[in-house]
């Protein structure tokens, strides 16, 4: 992954201007406002830099037609490894191709060991409830 967007990854995830959301990119309601997956977090950090745009097609917003991974066209810009990502992730729009993101989860003594580490995604880490405090600090261990 690219250093320096990693850093404003990072940094953004720890800044709380962003409220984490579940199980989407975005999801939004009425009673509790914006929220936001860390990959949702992500793609604001894309739409900032390359003048994207979120869309309300299904009444649900996508962004550069996924709703809940990474987008091709961002994980390209992030300069992700072809290791560092999971291509089973699966997009509502069948013409776009989604990503989530590889991860190890530390062992009982923190550490990062390949034999004795749980394979995950930040997606999966995200969805149950892993505070973006901590997200970011898998961000640093695993990219």
């Known amino acids: ?29 009425d009673s509790e406002g914006r ?6 977090v992500l793609c604001e950090l894309h739409k900032l830099e390359n003048g994207g745009e979120w869309d309300d097609f299904t009444g649900e917003e996508t962004y550069l037609n996924a709703d809940a991974f990474l987008p091709e ?15 089973d992730a ?7 191709e989604c990503f989530d993101i590889k991860i190890k989860l530390p062992d009982s003594s923190g550490e990062v060991v390949d034999h004795n580490c749980m ?20 961000i640093s261990i695993n990219l």
């Open 119 to 138: 394979n995950s995604t930040l997606s999966k880490r995200n969805d149950a409830g892993v505070s973006f405090a901590r997200i970011a600090d898998l």
């Open 73 to 87: 066209e961002v994980a390209k810009w992030a300069g992700f490894s072809a290791k560092e990502l999971d291509s």
């Open 90 to 96: 699966i997009c509502d729009q069948e013409e776009t």
């Open 1 to 29: 992954m690219n250093v320096d967007i990693k850093l404003k990854w990072m940094k953004a995830l720890n800044s709380g201007d962003y409220t984490q959301g579940f199980e989407r990119l975005v999801s939004q309601t």
């Open 35 to 40: 929220k936001h997956c860390c990959l949702g």
